[in-house]
């Protein structure tokens, strides 16, 4: 790759230089720009008609030119309004009052290496924008859109603050990791990876992933446009077969400097509790089940031993500002997050500063630049994923048997024999787990505007991550791996990205009814990812952390080890034409080739076309005249995209080296490896009618994914059990996406808004005939090995394979169907039906808006009730209340079946917000509001876990799982005080 | 026009055409086989194929709980909410597995693993002695995969990996282990000169004596044969083990303590464990510490999983006098109260102290169990196996519950030499020399000697000596008893004298065959 070549090229680019306008000037003219409610419009663009020369109106709506006496017109714009023509003759002061314009329509989309108008789209997009955010505490961007675009479901992976959330576009179509879509930011897409070390200390388990937007803070963003189907996924090839997530920050806009200051509290607390037994209770469930042992005479609640109210302080400080030619945005936040578990939490600090200036007379070059810095300190709990008999945190906790106290007399921890239950609240004390990462996102974009049609942009952007995770269970715990000696770890990762790109853009109106948009570029990324572990048992004293003293175990105690994953490259060609006919017609085709460094040396490049049409009716003569509809259109598209999330390296062979020297081939090669395709038909309906009013879109979608990239079993003897291949059979996803939105009420004082989207999917692998794949491992004592979900020819993946529970037999042990020796292919994970619902009402200054979500048609696996507390830990340990007297054997053995299937479906009330905007204060504060936020206000389930919406990752052999609830840690229920204002 | 054709053409060509770059991955913390070639040495790849036989042979999951829970010997019990496991316990017990048990799954790979990783030092230039261990290696894993399933898969060094290898039937896996075994056996180290865990003489000869032993069954498992011929080649061998010098040793356990490098005058092949040796290998591979997690209960100490039994019947086999049955073990009673051997009864602490169960109630171990634990007994029964004495010293600084002890695990032993000795010449019709043999280690043991020798009493003798050593399922079958209903197996089907090949190797390697009866 010629790095130097692309610069000599932007070099020469920029020799070309255009001449600009020279203007005689000679009167002037001011005059204010408002709104239709007289609300001054600060940075509107007032133009003079004909020419390229304008200013801005300040902040008090007010600007003031300098004109050619030949010159009549003014136009005047702002994002949002319509644009006007003002004719000034002979004027010399003006008021111009803007009508809001049908947003719908005239926003700016961003569609990947561009932007278009909206009526110009021809794909699935949905774009949702910074006041249509989720309101309350959110730790990365994922849940600020979630339950607000139909088509796409995010669910927080557990309560832990910054978390890892499951998020699908149009359901699941791969059948091992790597699901989630493609986030580009600012223009840069991201490494799906983030540099978290994972680690497992203490036989405690894995803990669960972080989510790699954390880095995002959330008030820097201006929206979020989701890229959902074929046909607008396509410009990003190889990587867009999930969907696409473009996230746009906040940028300045020209005009006075401003600056903006938020700050909220929050106070969160758990949002459900498991019914577990209390001491009163647990007494007489042992005289009930005529049991001797067990009761230790006190009174003791483990979750309340672990559990405290959470206080999270989130400020934020934004400065912007510039002019036609310069301009900025500079952010500072900070949020401290305390989970609702003891020492959890998470600390973020956030910078970012972006701008945009022009350089030459004629403007014509430019360079975006944009830098997001970010710090987090993530605070974790023993909370993990795979958790074996000993259990994890929430596991111990809801465990502990309540008649045990859980401090001495003296004050100290009650602290048991090895091998016997762990005392949450010790557990708590003992373990000692930072995870810090420090990101760097940063890009930097010029652009030479050669005239009116052509645009060449580049951008190089280097995304650098480093993390470092410090970990240690102090001594005194009695987990058989720790006690007596103590264990820690030290882990370390980096990951490294860099991107370079450039693009020419061609946009000419041919004639009056013809206009042409072409773009074509080339893209280079290249990605690294590499760490070290160091850990070590047997430690003198835990009064010093033993991440400060890892010298102190004695060597042959200390583990030693490294890696550096394959760096993968992916270099890129695409290229993309729409035509506009008269407003009427809009055809879009776009064309990606991907070489990937991954792909095998057979298949070194996958190719990605899609086209799309839309027809916008209401342009049509026909349809002139009607009243009825003020927009309808339809949308057609086709287009194949692609996923190469599996293991770089996994194509060629790989000789490792192990401890004490030992090497070995690590893998089985596959040079045939490619990506895995998926070819997706949409079509489409945007409509609005009374006045706009109503307006609504419906999709349906048709994706078939084939060439399955799949971790399948080696043919033996070979050096690993698995290898990499692109599995014959195909994932077929098709479903219904309906979005209305509707101004119910609008009056001059009152507005009444409503917004509800609901999805209806349907998923099935086809054409499989290969052996079943296992996965959705279920841990716990007793059930080693289980699995309880199947990838099988003809189900949804993920289909639930387990026993058929019957009942309880006389002697009170389970009957299951066929005695238990057959396994049956039962219901799924895969909701069938998704549903959000938004509404806003605004009364004079007050606003009160509300949102929430749910999922219908699918079931949770609760194997927090399998294994954390069955029937038989009564005597010893802690049970689920609802167990007591259902004629279960205290001996009966709690194997995984459909007995732990639960139905999901739930409504949940996300968030309530009331705002009082009290507007501007005095000549100093300007846009004040305060606002109280209800976030988790409550959940309609029947599901019996601490929270439907979960997903304890039980992948086996990296396929994954979904629908799995393993004493995770739980939902928080927050309310949250803030205030805003800007000076 | 043309010229702006021509102008617009230049522009996209400088600003978009780059040079595409060659994609090459670059490997990070691993090499291309080609640098592998000239960086990496034989003896390397020789310490990974080493490495492989703890997941298949080590851990309580693998090839050893297929060869001794299937058996008489041992039972891994449902006690309640804990060891159900999917069933996979009770399964191997009763007879009932089918192909998606997943440690016959496991296993399948596991011993695969091995053969693949010895075969590869051959592709890396060893010397003879090298290639001989590798080839050793691999012998010992087509063994183990011809025992337990019948057929073997079989690649040559350079196959490769994404087309199916050819499988191995019993008499062509027999043939090729026969020759290799015979071939190698000139290269590899003198004994005792060479330490018991690196591929030596006596542990190829140890090997071609179980395959001349078990070749009849592995022809035929329902009615099993034994050429004269073979049975001399045993009596051979036997004597040229022997000439190394092995003695049985006083202390039966010492073969198996912290210390069985120096200790043991028995063991002809072992694999070295302890710090830095078993924390390194295969994840989730477990060294032989788990032989005695998984018996022991959580209030003994070292605290254990509370798992494995051996059954009444065969506690019964045993003269009270046997010191097999174990007792006190210096370094371990005294230290813990645990006794060696088979634990039956009240358990005590160092002090004498009695244990207590998890509620408080004196720990008795019972004579008897069942499938399913009940009651009162569901942490309590089961007679208990300690075989490998606890490491307390080595884990001293870690964890007495961690994956470090020292113990090495004892895969071929000089009793065992003498008993397949004993068994040739008793079906050569030499039931006299046979006796002698069998007598030579009951008296060494404590045990009455024996009046006469029948196959019978061989098979219940080989039982004692070798329990929960691996050897007891092939022993049954080629004593054509492994059918026979025994405890808590009441009935069975000649289809389990073979586990079936896993469903998912099936369908990947078109030329294996199911089983029959699968």
């Known amino acids: ?41 600060p940075g509107a663009t007032i133009q003079i008609k004909g020419t390229k020369s304008g200013t801005t109106a300040d902040a008090d709506g007010n600007f003031k030119l300098s004109l050619p006496t030949s010159a009549n017109t003014l136009i005047i714009s702002f994002m949002g309004q319509k644009t006007q023509e003002v004719n000034v003759a002979n004027q010399t002061t003006v008021n111009i009052k803007l009508e809001a314009e049908n947003t719908t329509l005239t926003d700016v989309v961003v569609v990947g290496y561009g932007t278009t108008r909206k009526k110009d789209i021809t794909g699935a997009i949905a774009q949702v924008k910074a006041g249509d955010f989720n309101k309350g505490i959110t730790t990365a961007p994922d849940q600020l859109i979630q339950g607000k675009v139909s088509g796409l479901m995010v669910v927080n992976n557990s309560g832990a603050p910054g978390a890892a959330t499951t998020v699908r576009i149009r359901g699941v179509s791969s059948v091992r990791s790597g699901n989630q879509p493609l986030y580009v930011v600012d223009g840069v897409p991201l490494d799906g990876r983030v540099a978290r070390p994972s680690l497992n200390v203490g036989g405690l388990g894995q803990t669960p992933d972080a989510n790699p937007l954390n880095f995002i803070n959330s008030s820097d963003i201006a929206s979020m446009d989701i890229l959902k189907d074929a046909s607008a996924t396509a410009i990003y090839g190889s990587r867009g077969a999930n969907g696409v997530i473009i996230i746009s920050t906040k940028k300045g806009t020209p005009g006075p400097t401003r600056l903006d200051v938020n700050y909220s509290i929050g106070m969160s607390n758990i949002m459900k509790r498991l019914n577990v037994l209390d001491a009163d209770e647990y007494r007489a469930a042992l005289k009930q089940y005529n049991l001797t042992g067990g009761d230790f005479g006190s009174s003791s609640n483990g979750m309340n031993s672990i559990l405290r109210t959470g206080i999270t302080h989130n400020v934020g400080v934004a400065m912007s500002g510039g002019n036609e030619t310069s301009r900025y945005r500079a952010s500072f936040g900070m949020q401290d997050q305390q989970g609702i578990v003891k020492k959890t939490g998470l600390k973020k600090y956030t910078a970012t500063l972006n701008g945009q200036n022009k350089f030459l007379d004629s403007k014509q070059l430019g360079i975006d630049y944009n830098i997001m810095a970010a710090q987090t300190t993530e605070q974790l709990a023993p909370i993990t994923n795979d958790a074996g008999f000993t259990g994890s945190l929430v596991g111990q906790a809801l465990q502990w048997n309540p008649t045990m106290p859980i401090y001495n007399a003296d004050g100290s921890l009650n602290i048991l024999p090895a091998g016997k239950a762990v005392n949450p609240a010790a557990m708590s004390e003992a373990y000692n787990d930072k995870a810090n990462i420090s990101y760097i996102l940063a890009s930097v974009s010029p652009f030479f505007k050669f005239n009116d049609n052509w645009e060449y942009r580049m951008t190089y952007s280097v995304n650098h991550q480093v993390g470092q995770r410090r970990t240690s269970v102090a001594s005194f715990i009695n987990l058989n791996d720790v006690i007596g000696k103590g264990s820690a770890a030290y882990n370390t990762a980096e990951l490294n990205t860099q991107l370079l790109n450039g693009f020419v853009t061609y946009n000419k109106q041919l004639n009056s009814s013809f206009n042409l948009n072409a773009m074509v570029g080339y893209e280079y990324q290249k990605f690294n990812y590499s760490g070290v572990n160091v850990n070590a048992v047997g430690f003198p004293t835990y009064a010093i952390d033993y991440t400060d003293i890892l010298q102190a175990p004695a060597q042959a105690n200390t583990h030693l080890s490294s890696f550096r994953n394959p760096s993968s490259e992916l270099q890129s060609f695409f290229g993309r034409v729409t035509l506009n006919l008269k407003d009427r017609y809009i055809f879009t085709g776009t064309m990606r080739a991907d070489g990937s460094s991954k792909f095998g040396s057979n298949n ?62 690590i893998n089985v090669a596959n040079p045939d490896l490619k990506w895995e395709t998926s070819k997706q038909f949409n079509a489409g309906v945007d409509f609005s ?19 399955l990239l799949f971790s399948f079993p080696a043919i033996q003897p070979a050096p690993a059990s698995n290898y990499w291949i692109n599995l014959p059979g195909k994932v077929v996803n098709n479903g219904v996406e309906v979005a209305l939105k509707g101004v119910i009420i609008n009056n001059k004082d009152f507005t009444w808004n409503m917004g509800v989207n609901g999805t209806f999917l349907h998923n099935e692998l086809k054409g499989y005939s290969g052996p079943p794949v296992i996965t959705g491992a279920i841990n716990g004592q007793g059930v080693s090995g289980a699995t309880s979900q199947r990838l099988a020819n003809g189900y949804p993946l993920n289909t639930f394979y387990l026993r058929k529970f019957i009942g309880f037999d006389d002697k009170g042990q389970s009957v299951y169907a066929d005695n238990g020796e057959k396994l049956y292919y039962l219901t799924n994970p895969n909701p069938k039906v998704l549903l959000g619902v938004n509404t806003e009402l605004i009364y004079k200054k007050w606003s009160l808006a509300a949102s929430g979500h749910g999922a219908f048609g699918f079931q949770v696996y609760n194997n927090t009730a399998n294994t954390v507390l069955p029937i038989g830990n009564l005597g010893s340990v802690n049970i689920a209340k609802s167990l007591l007297g259902n004629g279960e054997a205290l001996t009966n053995a709690p194997s995984a079946s459909s007995r732990y299937l639960e139905n999901g479906s739930f409504f949940k009330l996300d968030n309530v917000t009331l ?51 393993y004493s995770p840690y739980p939902t928080a229920r927050t309310f949250m005080f803030g205030l805003l204002f800007s000076l | 026009m043309t010229y702006n054709i021509f102008r617009s053409a230049l522009v996209v060509a400088a600003c978009v055409g780059f040079t595409a770059c060659s994609l090459n991955e670059k490997l990070g913390d691993a090499l291309v086989r080609k640098d592998a070639d000239s960086i990496i040495k034989a003896p390397q790849l020789l310490q990974n194929a080493y490495n492989n036989l703890q997941y298949a042979y080590q851990d309580f999951s693998q090839t050893w709980g297929m060869s001794e829970m299937s058996t008489d010997e041992a039972l891994g019990p449902t006690r309640g ?37 010895a075969t590869n030092v051959l592709n890396f230039r060893p010397n003879p002695g090298q290639e001989a261990e590798a080839r050793f290696l691999r012998a010992l894993s087509i063994f183990s995969v011809l025992d337990l399933y019948g057929q073997v898969p079989f690649r040559n060094p350079t196959d490769t990996l994404l087309n199916a290898p050819k499988v191995m039937k019993p008499a062509e896996a027999i043939e090729f282990m026969k020759s290799e075994l015979t071939a190698v056996t000139p290269n590899l180290g003198n004994m005792p000169a060479t330490q018991a865990y690196v591929a030596n003489k006596d542990a190829a000869r140890f090997l071609l004596m179980k395959l001349y032993l078990n070749k009849g069954a592995f022809l035929n498992r329902q009615a099993p044969t034994f050429d004269a011929a073979d049975m001399q080649e045993i009596i051979k061998l036997a004597d040229q083990i022997t000439a190394s010098g092995y003695k049985l040793a006083d202390n039966y356990y010492d073969n198996f303590a912290r210390d069985n490098d120096v200790k043991s005058t028995e063991n002809i092949f072992t694999q070295q464990n302890g710090p830095g040796f078993s924390t390194s290998r295969l994840p989730s591979a477990n060294n032989v510490f788990c032989r005695w997690m998984c018996t022991l209960h959580y209030s003994q100490r070292p605290s254990g999983w509370n798992g494995f039994t051996t059954l009444s019947d065969f506690y019964d086999k045993y003269e009270p006098t046997d010191k097999r049955l174990g007792g006190f073990y210096s370094g371990v009673t005294d230290t813990s109260g645990l006794k060696v051997g088979f634990l039956i009864g009240q358990q005590y602490d160092q002090n004498g102290n009695k244990i207590l169960d998890r509620s408080g109630r004196p720990l008795i171990f019972t004579r008897e169990v069942q499938l ?34 020292s113990n090495d695990f004892v895969f071929f032993r000089y009793a065992d030499v003498l008993l397949m000795k004993a068994e040739a010449l008793l079906r050569t019709g030499n039931a006299p020399a046979a006796l002698l043999l069998v007598n030579q280690i009951r008296l060494k043991r404590g045990a009455t000697p024996l009046a006469a020798l029948d196959l019978n009493s061989l098979l219940d003798e080989r039982g004692r000596e070798l329990y929960w050593e691996g050897w007891r399922r092939q022993d049954l079958i080629r004593f054509g008893k492994f059918l026979q209903p025994w405890q808590l197996k009441p ?28």
């Not at chain 2, 000649?494 to 029959?516: C, E, G, M, R, W």
């Open chain 1, 915 to 965: 705002t009082y905007n009290i507007g501007n204060v005095g000549k100093v504060l300007k846009n004040a509001a305060v606002y109280v936020t209800g976030q988790n206000l409550f959940v309609i389930t029947k599901y019996t876990g601490f929270d439907p919406e979960v997903n304890t990752d039980k992948n086996v052999n990296g396929v994954t799982s979904f629908g799995i609830e």
């Open chain 2, 81 to 117: 909410k804990d060891w159900d496991d999917n069933g996979v316990w009770r399964e191997l017990h009763e007879h009932k597995w089918t192909p998606d048990h997943a440690h016959i799954n496991n296993s399948f790979k596991g011993l695969l693993l091995l053969q693949f990783s």
């Open chain 1, 689 to 707: 009618i009374l006045n706009n009013r109503l307006s609504g879109t419906v999709d349906y979608f048709y994706k078939n994914t084939t060439n």
């Open chain 2, 491 to 518: 009935t069975d089907d000649p289809k389990y004298l073979l586990f079936p090949i896993p469903t998912s190797d099936l369908a990947v390697n078109k030329n294996l065959v199911q089983n029959p009866g699968y």
């Open chain 1, 604 to 665: 070194k490049y996958g190719y990605f076309p899609s086209f799309a049409a839309s027809w916008n009716i209401t342009k049509e003569e026909f349809m002139k005249g009607g009243t009825f509809f003020d927009n309808l259109a339809l949308r057609v598209g086709y287009g194949v995209t692609g996923n190469q999330e599996f293991p770089a390296g996994a194509s060629q062979a790989q000789y490792g080296i192990g401890s004490g020297g030992s090497a070995s081939l």
């Open chain 2, 372 to 405: 399913r634990a009940t009651g009162d007994q569901v942490e309590m029964s089961g007679i208990r196996v300690v075989k490998y004495p606890p490491d307390f010293l080595t884990t001293k600084s870690t964890s007495e519950n961690g994956n470090d002890a």
């Open chain 1, 1 to 41: 790759m010629n790095k130097l070549r692309l610069f000599k090229n932007l070099f020469l680019c920029t020799l070309l230089l255009i001449q600009g306008f020279v203007m005689a000037q000679n009167r002037t003219i001011t005059g204010k720009v408002t709104d239709s409610q007289g609300a001054a419009i």
